[in-house]
């Protein structure tokens, strides 16, 4: 008989799901002072340049984290990788907390800082996999999409609470001291909670059916082997919506240097955009458990199309909280069910034995090649053309591209 999973369980899934990405995201939030903190160059965009790179080294070490702690959950169990994870999490952040500055230790400080950032990278490309099996396989019959959609409403949390923290730093303390230590009390915050997420995971139950004596490689050849073709249809199709996600988050940094609007200003972009993060992921889950998960990828990427230039005119034009706000509102409410619907068919086109590798692998290589590279383009390209326009015309060619994938993917919606 299928596993059910409980409320409590199903909360110690999210919490420790939002504490990760809380841990992870917050980095984006602050690149601009931490660039100041360990890449001291004299030049404003090369610092950023830096900061921004470093970040996207957290994704290279996601497919490892993939294929390491994905094929494990598929041997081993689910809960033990979950609570694997929320320890190399702790760590990675505990790195960059305790890491002096560069003016302090020198050229140790920006390497200690990269080492964090890959652990950080390890345990949230390990994560993925095994939330979203974890989900799926607990949900009743015809609500995976729903259940599969409160792993995101989690990273919206996430990205709320970073918002949160970094809205309140930037209100009462003066930039010198945001730039000092403000941001490290932020990474602080995640830290400190990251103990209560190991707690609950402990009492996790278990959804794999029966673990396997095999290899992580035997794991990964299953998925190569068997399922290719889903695996490139599903990074292609995912590939659009990871660069969205990217660029949505890249618009606290976007508002203070292309904008120059002030840092408690350019903070509301996060509150922004984990509200619709919620409100999106939620309305996903239900819209793809009633029409279907291809049918939802298509229409909503098509309104991202259609609204995302439009949206980054109106911000350019106004610059104000209230432009930022709702340029951020008006695209992630349309491209939220869309990925919902990818994420859930992601998890539906891989067999139980060997779905959290599959997930894994699927969402690693995409975030590695699109993640990690998002917010350095962008940056780059807005440094070098002077168009505000830039990370608008990235979002919608990408979207092209990844329609053709979703035309190709099948429906998932009644599988077994």
């Known amino acids: 008989m299928k596993a059910r999973i409980p409320i409590g369980g199903l909360i110690a899934t999210l919490i420790g799901n939002t504490l990760e990405f809380y841990d992870f995201l917050i980095y984006s939030f602050f690149?601009?002072?931490?660039?100041?903190?360990?890449?001291?160059?004299?030049d404003e965009l090369a610092s950023l340049l830096l900061s921004v790179a470093t970040f996207g080294l957290g994704f290279l070490t996601r497919p490892l984290?993939?294929?390491?702690?994905?094929?494990?959950?598929?041997?081993?169990?689910?809960?033990?990788?979950?609570?694997?994870?929320?320890?190399l999490m702790a760590f990675g952040t505990l790195g960059i907390v305790a890491t002096p500055s560069y003016a302090t230790i020198g050229p140790i400080a920006p390497i200690i800082l990269v080492l964090s950032r890959?652990?950080?990278g390890?345990?949230?490309?390990?994560?993925?996999g095994p939330v979203t099996a974890v989900l799926v396989e607990g949900a009743p019959p015809g609500k995976r999409g729903l259940f599969t959609s409160l792993s995101s409403v989690s990273q919206g949390v996430a990205i709320l609470a970073g918002g949160g923290v970094g809205l309140t730093l930037a209100t009462v303390l003066d930039p010198a001291d945001l730039?000092?230590?403000?941001?490290?009390?932020?990474?602080?915050?995640?830290?400190?909670?990251?103990p209560i997420g190991f707690y609950l995971r402990r009492a996790l139950p278990e959804t794999l059916s029966e673990a396997k004596h095999t290899t992580a490689s035997a794991t990964l050849g299953a998925v190569w082997r068997g399922h290719k073709r889903e695996l490139i249809l599903t990074v292609l199709v995912t590939s659009c919506m990871t660069i969205s996600t990217y660029v949505a988050q890249y618009m606290t940094v976007y508002a203070q240097t292309t904008l120059k609007m002030p840092p408690e200003a350019?903070?509301?972009a996060p509150l922004a955009m984990g509200s619709v993060f919620i409100v999106g992921a939620f309305l996903g889950g239900v819209i793809c458990d009633r029409f279907g998960r291809r049918r939802t990828m298509i229409v909503s990427r098509i309104g991202v199309i259609i609204v995302q230039?439009?949206?980054?005119?109106?911000?350019?034009?106004?610059?104000?909280?209230?432009?930022?706000?709702?340029?951020?509102?008006v695209v992630g409410l349309i491209a939220?069910?869309?990925?919902?619907a990818a994420l859930t068919s992601m998890a539906e086109v891989f067999p139980q034995e060997i779905r959290s590798a599959g997930i894994s692998l699927a969402y690693a290589l995409t975030v590695t090649i699109f993640g990690a590279t998002t917010q350095f383009v962008i940056a780059g390209l807005i440094g070098v053309t002077e168009d505000p326009f830039a990370p608008a015309y990235y979002v919608i060619v990408s979207s092209v591209i990844s329609i053709g994938a979703m035309l190709m993917l099948g429906e998932t919606k009644d599988r077994a």
């Open 31 to 42: 690149s601009v002072y931490i660039g100041q903190a360990f890449f001291p160059t004299g």
């Open 65 to 87: 984290g993939a294929i390491w702690i994905g094929s494990y959950a598929d041997r081993v169990g689910r809960k033990k990788a979950l609570l694997l994870t929320i320890v």
């Open 118 to 120: 890959l652990v950080q």
């Open 122 to 128: 390890l345990a949230v490309g390990g994560e993925v």
């Open 179 to 194: 730039a000092s230590w403000g941001w490290r009390a932020a990474f602080g915050v995640g830290l400190l909670i990251i």
């Open 266 to 268: 350019a903070m509301v």
């Open 309 to 329: 230039l439009p949206a980054f005119m109106y911000l350019e034009h106004e610059r104000t909280i209230t432009a930022l706000v709702l340029s951020i509102v």
């Open 336 to 340: 939220g069910p869309g990925a919902i």
